[in-house]
């Protein structure tokens, strides 16, 4: 048997989990995968489409693509940036055709779309379904902004998605798990995880590591963030380590310098 009031309240959980998606189409350049895009997105229940400096209007072959999904085309926001696009996200998702072929790409080391549904289902907060341009993509400077990074595996001889297709594999595996309405952990805010990976930079700088090397840690550190669930209190308790272990080295530096022999002149 079937518990009706189960249902009900699963059903409530996964309408509202699925409101906090946003999807934002960065500088898209064909105006019927935008319509596309818009189709799939009814299909899956997302309604917020977000279009960062479109290259194309948004006209009759956009309205033909999308049928049904017309509605959320005429309800889409547009922004001049990416960052005016994502200021109220809590969790960047970025998509991209290139996996880094080397362990050492760490811009490029991603996860898959049921390995992402799966992880966004354990967080709440608001999250940004990042989709670059037919031609190029993401760049990197975009994909630095991201939390996680997905990629969809296809064949080596031709793994690159049109955009709308890419799109709707990952929208299907997110409507998949979000149905089981699991009760997310408390989870930190987006800035507090931001204030983590400033202190854990700050560290690395401290350390006289050379540049490069600081800019792996740094990039290490938001990866390992970025595909952990981590809660409030282990961004806290973590915090309160590092900010500890910061004020003793500079405190030490600083003792270090006083103590230093003043040369004679």
Known sequence: MT???GANVRSASSGKSRTRFRVVLVEP???????????SMKNFSLRDLRLVSPKTPIGDEACRYATRGRQILEKAQVFKTLPD????????????????KSTRNLLRITIDPAQLASRLAETTGSVALLFGRESSG?????????????????????????VATA??????????????ARVPSREPSRQSVERLASTFSELTEAA?????????????????LGK???????VSLIM????????????????????????LR
Do not use: W
């Not at 760049?139 to 990629?151: A, D, G, S």
């Not at 952990?228 to 282990?234: D, F, K, L």
């Not at 309160?240 to 022999?261: F, N």
């Open 3 to 5: 518990d009706p009031a």
């Open 29 to 39: 350049e064909k105006e019927g995968n935008i319509g596309a895009i818009a189709r």
């Open 85 to 100: 696009a994502l200021r109220d996200i809590s969790h960047v998702v970025g998509t991209t055709a290139i996996v880094g």
């Open 138 to 162: 993401l760049t990197n400077t975009e994909l630095q902004q991201c939390n996680l990074i997905v990629n969809i595996p296809a064949s080596e001889e031709y793994g690159t998605l049109n």
């Open 167 to 180: 799109a709707s594999i990952v929208f299907y595996e997110i409507f998949k798990e979000v149905r089981s």
């Open 208 to 224: 006289d590591l050379p540049t490069h090397r600081r800019r792996l840690a740094d990039r290490a550190f938001r990866n390992v």
């Open 228 to 234: 952990s669930v981590i809660s409030r209190r282990e």
């Open 240 to 263: 309160g380590v590092l900010r500890r272990i910061r004020d003793k080295t500079q405190s030490e530096r600083t003792k270090a310098k006083r103590m230093a022999p003043v040369p």
